[in-house]
């Protein structure tokens, strides 16, 4: 695993939980520009981690032969038991404080389709988001990995052009004409086609380490996320995000050997499914337990 891309992953995590934490307790009201960014661009923390899981499961199964169950195994046991674990325990506070908390509802329909990773709408009438609001982001990634497994019964050298196809005629075909939810209509799974293209140029030693070009690669990705509204994803926020992980990527000899950097990046995926929990547990606090002077 590049330690770059770990500290990263780490880094878009904490964008999201800031972006929560100003959601949640400022109504995403925020002063200067930084606190600007996070309250309001802190969202493109998702972007990032899409096009990194692109970059990270094309480089981890580049030279590793395996049957697609095998595969889908291996990612199944990785991301379904901590989010199944985040969204009981989600659901147990929806049921037991639900009521004193924005958009506060649950179902058992929802909450199943939530644990089966099948998009449906909230019962807060918020839009199709699971029970753990966070875990919409996993859909897509378990609609990334199905397709991903289909690559391991094609010559490497099909491989990216598969996926990208197969994304393609899902999200512009197959959902226009109803067979699969609306919710995959949506460009923003092309930023895994993105990591994996960073991950071939990787591979084929295209991409030049260096320091001053990939740091200046990186600020003209955050710039022009700060700038731009994403009203195309992919072209507003996702190609910026690439940018940013090519700029990280060709840093790695920067980062390489930092353990506590690499820590950082192996808990992010935990911080990313538990913030929201602790957020709104703090919420529900400030706003209706009364502290004695």
Not at 95 to 108: E, K, L, N, R
Not at 189 to 213: D, K, N
């Amino acid at each position: 695993m590049l330690i770059s891309i770990q500290a990263l992953r780490a880094l878009a995590a904490w964008m999201v939980v800031c972006h929560h934490f100003m959601q949640i307790f400022f109504d995403f009201h925020a002063q200067g520009p930084i606190g600007h960014f996070f309250s309001v661009r802190g969202a493109v923390g998702v972007d990032i981690f899409f096009v990194i899981s692109g970059l990270v499961i094309y480089l981890s199964t580049h030279d590793k032969p395996q049957a697609p169950k095998d595969f889908l195994l291996n990612r199944v046991l990785r991301i379904v038991p901590a989010y199944w674990i985040y969204t009981l325990a989600m659901g147990l506070l929806l049921v037991s404080a639900g009521a004193y908390m924005p958009h506060g509802q649950i179902s058992w329909s929802t909450f199943l389709a939530s644990l089966l990773f099948i998009p449906a709408e909230n019962p807060g009438g918020y839009g199709l988001y699971p029970t753990l609001n966070v875990g919409w982001t996993l859909n897509y990634e378990m609609f990334f990995y199905l397709v991903f497994s289909l690559v391991f019964m094609v010559p490497r050298r099909c491989r990216p052009l598969l996926v990208a196809s197969v994304l393609f005629v899902v999200v512009e075909c197959v959902t226009r004409f109803g067979l699969v939810s609306r919710f995959y209509a949506n460009n923003i799974v092309y930023e895994f086609v993105l990591g994996i293209v960073i991950g071939i140029a990787w591979r084929r030693g295209w991409i030049r380490a260096g320091f001053w070009w990939p740091l200046a690669l990186i600020g003209l990705g955050m710039v022009s996320i700060y700038r731009l509204e994403p009203d195309n994803r992919l072209l507003d926020w996702g190609l910026p995000s690439a940018l940013i992980v090519l700029g990280c990527v060709a840093m790695e000899p920067w980062f390489k050997g930092s353990q506590w950097l690499k820590s950082l990046g192996d808990r992010s995926y935990s911080v990313y499914l538990l913030h929201l929990l602790v957020l709104y547990a703090g919420w529900f606090i400030t706003q209706h337990v009364e502290v004695d002077p």
